[in-house]
């Protein structure tokens, strides 16, 4: 009886397995961009390692969707509006979120860079974290 037991729990995580990989949307991309929200802190850093289990990779314009592309010019869009008319966005980079176990993406970064017509700017920007579904988790001004 006991070894029944056994084989139906193996059967029944392998197919919770399965279900993740048929609906990658299962996976809580929201609680795990809110923790990469908490571990990254003010500054962005690229090379950051969400509990030793997620990493980050830029995703080039050409292999963006056109949803996240929309979902990008949008961020960049309003941040042009909130510079005006001292500054500007001069560039925003695209990162993807993704399970270095299974490179399954779980979500997004877009982190924006400023450029401000004043003598002491050094830098600035926003660091935006999205969903997979390309909802803001939240975002987070930076300068200097």
Not at 45 to 57: C, G
Request: some cysteine.
């Amino acid at each position: 009886m006991p070894i029944l037991i056994l084989c139906f729990l193996l059967n029944f995580f392998a197919a919770a397995q399965d279900q993740l990989e048929l609906f990658p949307n299962l996976v809580d991309s929201e609680k795990i961009m809110s923790e990469l929200v908490d571990e990254m802190g003010e500054y962005f850093d690229e090379s950051i390692t969400l509990n030793q289990n997620y990493a980050l990779a830029v995703v080039p314009v050409k292999e963006q969707s056109s949803e996240l592309y929309a979902a990008v010019e949008k961020l960049v869009k309003k941040r042009n509006e909130q510079l005006e008319p001292q500054g500007t966005v001069y560039e925003a980079t695209v990162y993807k979120v993704y399970n270095m176990q299974n490179n399954r993406v779980v979500g997004y970064v877009v982190v924006i860079l400023d450029s401000i017509d004043h003598p002491l700017w050094d830098g600035s920007g926003e660091t935006s974290y999205l969903t997979l579904d390309l909802v803001v988790v939240d975002s987070v001004e930076w300068s200097g």
